[in-house]
């Protein structure tokens, strides 16, 4: 270093820059100061090595010692500290934990602190450094525990909040925001926190929120009768009355929904399409109690019915409407009596309905030949007076028909039944008729006015 400055000093001189040769005296100075410090720095070290080998001894000890602590201390950390989380925990539990975790925070304060007055001795008496690894994940670890235990503060008063809303006044989309957001900042926490069992249960808790809250949803469902919610509490076996005005948030949470999602998904699709079944048997029975049957009177005051197209066209479609109820299977089940009284009612109108019209086609035809024909009635005078029996008989049921409420209650295989023996005279009628006119035809004596019946 000497030989190197005096370079430097005559290369300065030699380009003319004025230098002074007491800088020359000084370099040599400091040398032999630098030389003479030198000397004396190795004589005393070597004077005292005996005592920086026993310190160093001593240090090594200590240093060991510590070491021990600060491991001990790391054991007793990872079992006291609360890494683990109940959801049944109160606010003053949450707060107890906050307290641990303080405490343990300013031990371990105490603790580094002396960490670093050991690494001072330990560079002043040329040891090693330690680096006291168990005492940094401590640190760590305090760091990670305190974030998780706000975030489960957070979820804890989100739920304290909740629990007191009345079943109707939950709104789930705000709470699901809401917890959707919670949601989010747990993702959003460090790795290392999701190794902590506490992590694990308020996520789940979280988790099991976001399956809640739709559940709920559906639950409000208008369609949602009393027999619907004894079927929630069979699945759940919880008692509870979701009419009670004391019915509220907390409630619900004990019925633990997120276990049973399927099920209760099952029974609002359920009261869903059970409420369309009894809406179209509302509208079937509306229907029928609407329709009347209606008469047009004849010259001589007799009572006919009107066409019937509507009604049968209305009658085919509820027949379809229940065959299709009918085929679908457990929803209809609550309904199957009445679904099945509807069948037998409107086959029965329709039964009914047949026989009056075809009653109706054949006295028409015939009541103008036996009635209004002299020749015919002297022919046929037996088949006559049972034309005109059947003409009366028919009309003591056809005036009872205008004042009946409703065509179910007239349109009844009872009244199919009185129509019945009517029938056969009506047969037997056209038949003696085609016989006559058959054989006035090969006669040469056919009424031409009286075309052959089929």
């Not at 199957?336 to 009056?356: M, Q, Y």
């Not at 008989?393 to 009872?400: A, I, V, Y």
Request: aromatic residues 10%; glycine residues 4%; charged residues 30%.
């Amino acid at each position: 270093m000497e030989i190197l400055i005096k370079a430097m000093v005559g290369v300065l001189k030699k380009h003319a820059i004025p230098m002074d040769d007491d800088y020359l005296t000084v370099i040599d100075t400091i040398s032999s100061n630098f030389k003479d410090i030198h000397s004396r720095v190795y004589n005393i070290k070597g004077d005292i090595l005996p005592l920086q080998t026993k310190m160093q001894d001593n240090l090594k000890l200590q240093t060991e010692q510590f070491g021990n602590f600060v491991q001990n201390f790391r054991t007793e950390f990872t079992r006291v500290l609360p890494c683990s989380y109940a959801e049944n925990l109160s606010i003053e539990e949450i707060n107890s934990s906050y307290g641990q975790i303080m405490e343990y925070y300013e031990r371990m304060v105490g603790i580094e602190n002396q960490s670093k007055d050991f690494n001072e001795l330990a560079l002043l008496f040329e040891l090693p450094l330690q680096q006291y690894k168990a005492l940094k994940d401590c640190k760590n670890d305090l760091k990670n525990l305190k974030q998780m235990w706000d975030a489960i503060t957070m979820v804890n008063y989100q739920d304290n909040d909740w629990k007191g809303k009345s079943w109707k006044s939950i709104k789930t989309d705000v709470l699901d925001t809401s917890n959707k957001m919670l949601q989010t900042q747990l993702k959003n926490l460090p790795k290392e926190i999701k190794y902590f069992k506490g992590f694990n249960t308020v996520n789940d808790k979280i988790t099991n929120m976001g399956k809640i809250l739709p559940l709920i949803s559906s639950l409000h469902s208008e369609f949602m009768e009393k027999r619907h919610w004894e079927e929630l509490k069979q699945i759940t076996k919880q008692d509870f009355d979701p009419y009670s005005p004391a019915f509220n948030f907390a409630d619900v949470l004990k019925l633990e929904l997120y276990r049973f999602e399927n099920q209760v998904k099952e029974i609002v699709d359920k009261a869903q399409k059970e409420a369309k079944i009894e809406k179209k048997l509302k509208k079937i029975e509306s229907d029928w109690n609407g329709q009347v049957f209606e008469f047009e009177e004849l010259k001589d005051a007799t009572k006919i019915f009107k066409g019937m197209d509507d009604m049968m066209e209305l009658l085919d479609t509820n027949t379809m409407d229940l065959l299709g109820m009918t085929s679908q299977g457990k929803y209809v089940e609550f309904f199957r009596a009445k679904v099945d009284d509807w069948r037998g009612k409107l086959r029965s109108v329709g039964e009914v309905v047949t026989v009056w019209m075809k009653m109706q086609k054949n006295w028409k035809r015939l009541v103008n030949i036996f009635l209004n024909s002299e020749d015919i009635r002297q022919t046929l005078s037996e088949d006559t007076k049972n034309s005109r029996q059947l003409t009366v008989s028919s009309g003591s049921l056809c005036p009872r028909f205008p004042t009946a409420p409703a065509s179910l209650r007239t349109a009844s295989l009872s009244v199919s039944k009185r129509w019945k023996p009517r029938e056969l005279p009506s047969k037997l009628a056209r038949r003696r008729l085609t016989n006559t006119l058959r054989t006035r035809r090969r006669c040469s004596l056919a009424y031409t006015s009286y075309p052959m019946l089929p």
